[in-house]
């Protein structure tokens, strides 16, 4: 969104307020549009969760699994509509493509939650569905490692995220809490790097998410499901594509990391255990970090905002050693510091309870 189409050659005072006068006006705009985005997406919800309860669909326990359908069918209405009606010939773009194939990931985790799908399965579709989205032109390129090999990146990326997220969902609220946060802080980053269209789509996003999490939270009335999860690992693949290519630096790499590191510690968390125990590390097993935190005594909603403290601690991480790269060594170590003292503290913390039989 931007209002601001100001001829070169106007007089700086008079362009300084006009400024000032539409970026009032944006604001504005943008605050409106989130509140009917949360809005949207708090109604969809709560009609879903009445109709699936009447027709005993796609439930868990009784408790229906529609969190991804309310997201993306907010996004679609609001964000798509008004443009594709009053702006016929409005031009397919990146965000396009990627919710193209989000729908798509949407879809098949939806069979997944309706008949439940293997590993091997859920690894073939997710991997199609990746290689659609990198040869769609969403990918980045990666100087020093070459075209082929950062291809690969970007299809691991993908796929990781993509699960790595549903890793995450394993109690109330901790996923959509998460990426709640994490979609704030993908926006700053947006918005610091100038990168406004993926800044405009993950504020909304936001929105849609605090629409659905009023009913996530514990004791859940909605789950987001496998077709939420890991529509949201994707769609946040996707997303940070985007931003590391318009944005070739390693400060926003090494930064786009450390936002996501919390569902990333999970994932590693989940194989290194797995692996020691000599599980499959596909499979699944109760080793989990938010599970293991409710084993040890905890309440469901203070693992919530237990999880989403540490991964808005790593998000601020994020944000600040981009913003100041390349202004303060001290600054860029204090910030690795703080990760690895998080992760250090978490990590034992849980093995010593687990040795001590707790």
Known sequence: MN?????????????????????????????ILMFLYCGCSFVLTMSLISWMKRRSVLLDHGIPLIGGVAIVVTNLLIYYFPRVVFFCDYPINRLMVIDFWGVLVLIAGLYDDWKGSSVLQKFIWQSILALGLLLSGIHFYIPAIGENWSFILGFFWIVGLTNAFNLLDVSDGICSAVSFAVTIGVACLAFSAGVMDVFSYTLFLSASLAGFLFFNMPPAKAYLGNAGSHFLGFIFAGLTLILINDVPKVSMGLAVVMIFWLPILETMWLISLRLKKGINPFHKSPDHLALKFIGHGFHAWQVMLMMTGVAACFITAGILFYKFYTFSIFLNVIVCLWICLINFFIIRFLLIRDQAGV
């Open 3 to 31: 209002l601001l189409f100001l001829p070169s050659e106007a007089p700086s005072i008079l362009r300084q307020d006009t400024i000032s006068y539409y970026s009032m006006i944006d604001l504005i705009l943008y605050i």
